[in-house]
C-alpha cells in the first residue's frame, strides 16, 4: 500500500536562501526547504517577508507553489494588535509577522493546498500556530526566545510573561527542530511535550548581500601586526552592543601590548555610533557587508565572538571555525557549539588576557614575530 505523500505547508518570517538584507537564519532555512524537498514532501511556501529581500530563484523551484505577503512596520503593528489578548502586548516577538492580511494568506494556503502539515519556521512566525485548525504544527526552533529575552538587561523583567507565551505556543506545536542539544533542554523547562529532534547547523553558506564590499579590498589593508576579526549583523543589538563593549573596555590592553594590532569588525548594517568607534578608537576598522567573509576568518590571526547575550548557536562561529580559523569567545558566543581545540571559551572578564596570550604564544612561534610591548 503506498504512503500518501507528504504536502508541506511552509510558514516562514524571511525568503528562504534570501539575498539583500540577510542574516545566518535564511542560509538554516533554506537548507531546511532542501531536505523537505529531498524527503519527497510537496511543499507550498507563504513567505510573509520584508520588501528589502528577494527570493531565492533556485528555493522557489523546488516549490509547488511560493505565495508572497509583504512585512513591514505597519503590518507587525497590525499583526500585534490583533494578537494584544494572546500576549503580543509583552511578548510581541511571536507575532510580528501574523497581520490580519497574513493570517488569511495562511487560511487560503490551507484551503487550496490541503496540507498534511504546517511547518513554521522563524519565532516571529511561531503564532500562526494558532491559526493550524487540526493540522498538526512542525517548528523549526532558530531561537529559544525566552532565553534570549532573560539575558538582555533591558528586556529581563519581561521574562515571565514571554516565557508562558512561548510555552503557550508550543503546545500547540507536535514537533520541534533544534539545532543543539541545549536548545531541547530549554523547551523541556518549557514543558513542551512534543517531540524533538536536533538537526543542527545545515547551511553555513553567505547569501547575496546589497552594496556589499569586495574582501579582496578589505584583506588588502591587513596590517603586519595581529588581525583580529568579528563577522556579524550589526542591526543585531546582540552583536552590535557586544562588539562595541570590546572596542571600549577590552581593545585597549591588546593594543597596550600588540601597538599594530588590528581589529576588523565585519557585517552589515553598522549604525552611526560603531560607524564612529572605527574612525576614532585606534585600530578598530568597521567595514560594512562584505561578499564573502571566509577569506578574513582565514587570514585572521585570531576571530573573536565577544557576546555579552542572545541565544542559540552562533552561525558566526560556526562559519569562523568551518574556515580553519581559532576563535575566542565567551560562554555566549559558543552556546551549542562542539567543543574543539580551536574554539577558546573564556568569561568576558578575562577575554582581552586570554587574546594577548595567545597572540604571545602565537608570536613566539612565527618566523616574523609581532611588535610587542614587553
Not at 250 to 266: E, G, M, S, T, Y
Not at 273 to 278: D, E, N
Not at 303 to 324: D, N, S
Request: aromatic share 10%; proline share 6%.
Amino acid at each position: 500500500m503506498l504512503t500518501p505523500r507528504r504536502k508541506v505547508l511552509f510558514v516562514t518570517s524571511f525568503h528562504p536562501g534570501a539575498s539583500g538584507y540577510i542574516g545566518a537564519g535564511e542560509a538554516i532555512s533554506v537548507e531546511t526547504l532542501r531536505r523537505l524537498r529531498d524527503e519527497g514532501a510537496q511543499v507550498d511556501v507563504l513567505a510573509i517577508a520584508p520588501r528589502y529581500q528577494r527570493k531565492n530563484a533556485a528555493a522557489d523551484s523546488w516549490c509547488n507553489s511560493y505565495t508572497e505577503v509583504p512585512a513591514s512596520r505597519w503590518t507587525a503593528l497590525a499583526g500585534l494588535f490583533r494578537h494584544v489578548f494572546s500576549g503580543a502586548v509583552l511578548a510581541p516577538w511571536f507575532f510580528t509577522r501574523t497581520s490580519p492580511q497574513a493570517v488569511a494568506a495562511l487560511k487560503v494556503a490551507i484551503e487550496q493546498h490541503q496540507p498534511t502539515e504546517l511547518w513554521i519556521d522563524f519565532p516571529s512566525s511561531l503564532g500562526f500556530a494558532r491559526y493550524a485548525e487540526r493540522l498538526p504544527v512542525h517548528y523549526f526552533v532558530h531561537d529559544v526566545v525566552s532565553q534570549k529575552v532573560v539575558r538582555s538587561p533591558l528586556k529581563r523583567l519581561l521574562f515571565p510573561w514571554v516565557q508562558k507565551v512561548e510555552a503557550s505556543l508550543l503546545s500547540k506545536v507536535k514537533r520541534c527542530y533544534l539545532l543543539s542539544e541545549k536548545d531541547e533542554q530549554l523547551l523541556r523547562h518549557l514543558q513542551f511535550g512534543g517531540s524533538a529532534e536536533v538537526w543542527g547547523v545545515q547551511g553555513l553558506g553567505v547569501g547575496e548581500v546589497d552594496g556589499a564590499r569586495s574582501i579582496t579590498s578589505v584583506l588588502a589593508q591587513f596590517g603586519p601586526g595581529p588581525n583580529l576579526v568579528f563577522f556579524g549583523n550589526m542591526g543585531r543589538p546582540e552583536n552590535s552592543r557586544s562588539i562595541t563593549h570590546f572596542a571600549l573596555f577590552k581593545w585597549r590592553r591588546i593594543r597596550r601590548v600588540f601597538p599594530d594590532a588590528q581589529l576588523w569588525v565585519i557585517g552589515l548594517a553598522p549604525g552611526l555610533f560603531l560607524r564612529a568607534l572605527g574612525k576614532l578608537v585606534p585600530g578598530v576598522k568597521v567595514t560594512g557587508a562584505v561578499d564573502d567573509p571566509t577569506p578574513a576568518f582565514q587570514a585572521a590571526t585570531l576571530c573573536v565572538a565577544p557576546l555579552l547575550f542572545g541565544a542559540g548557536v552562533k552561525i558566526k562561529v560556526l562559519q569562523m571555525l568551518e574556515a580553519g580559523a581559532t576563535v575566542v569567545s565567551t560562554p555566549v558566543g559558543a552556546e551549542g557549539i562542539e567543543p574543539t581545540s580551536r574554539l577558546v571559551v573564556v568569561d568576558d572578564s578575562e577575554i582581552s588576557e586570554r587574546v594577548v596570550t595567545d597572540l604571545q604564544a602565537l608570536n613566539h612561534m612565527s618566523p616574523k614575530p609581532f611588535q610587542q610591548v614587553h
